[in-house]
T-cell receptor, first 117, second 111 residues
């Protein structure tokens, strides 16, 4: 499986500010995803990060709130904009379709723990 | 009805026993099924994938799939205290790469 890193690993932010989370993979991947996991909850998909085009957002998530970039096949960013305490969560990136490995499943980065005060 | 349902647990089993974790899903066209293990404070770790009806074994883990009943399970043989974690069932949605996760089952293996 690929080695996936995320930065920052955690942050405490004030409401109204924005935070950009980076996800870096050590090999080229076709698919990259961003998830949110709120305390005690399961994972909810925010969006699929598409290389060279706009991200595909799930119901309840919008680009103005969660802009995503994917400039190449190994890197993506997720910005949480105009934060409120309800955005406090763990944000996870995942990857799939590692080049040359079909049906490899999704692999997750270590996550970014965000607290909004 | 939730798309992927799991019993939240906790499921408590003694060390050395078989732990049986169950999952049902609602989308009949789902093709890929995954089990993830998540330790507290850590990210999910993929432990099993299954695509065809029947059993798939990997070490102490066996995944079972029954598409007619829309049911997938994970058996952990010779359970160890280190297996104590939350186990998440994930199902692909309508043939795409998007995964839908269940709420997870918390497993506690006691010595």
């Amino acid at each position: 499986s690929a080695v996936i890193s995320q930065k920052p690993s955690r942050d405490i932010c004030q409401r109204g500010t924005s935070l950009t989370i980076q996800c870096q993979v050590d090999s080229q991947v076709t698919m990259m995803f961003w998830y949110r996991q709120q305390p005690g909850q399961s994972l909810t998909l925010i969006a699929t990060a598409n290389q060279g085009s706009e991200a595909t957002y799930e119901s309840g998530f919008v680009i103005d709130k969660f802009p995503i970039s994917r400039p190449n096949l190994t890197f993506s960013t997720l910005t949480v904009s105009n934060m409120s305490p309800e955005d406090s969560s763990i944000y996870l990136c995942s990857v799939e379709d590692i080049m040359g490995q079909m049906d490899s499943g999704q692999y997750f980065g270590p996550g970014t723990r965000l607290t909004v005060t | 009805q939730k798309e992927v349902e799991q019993n939240s647990g906790p499921l408590s089993v003694p060390e050395g026993a078989i732990a049986s974790l169950n999952c049902t899903y609602s989308d009949r066209v789902s093709q890929s099924f995954f089990w993830y293990r998540q330790y507290s404070g850590k990210s999910p770790e993929l432990i099993m994938s299954i695509y065809s009806n029947g059993d798939k074994e990997d070490g102490r883990f066996t995944a079972q799939l029954n598409k007619a009943s829309q049911y997938v399970s994970l058996l952990i043989r010779d359970s160890q205290p280190s297996d104590s974690a939350t186990y998440l069932c994930a199902v692909n949605s309508r043939g795409y790469n998007k995964l839908i996760f269940g709420a997870g089952t918390r497993l506690a293996v006691h010595p």
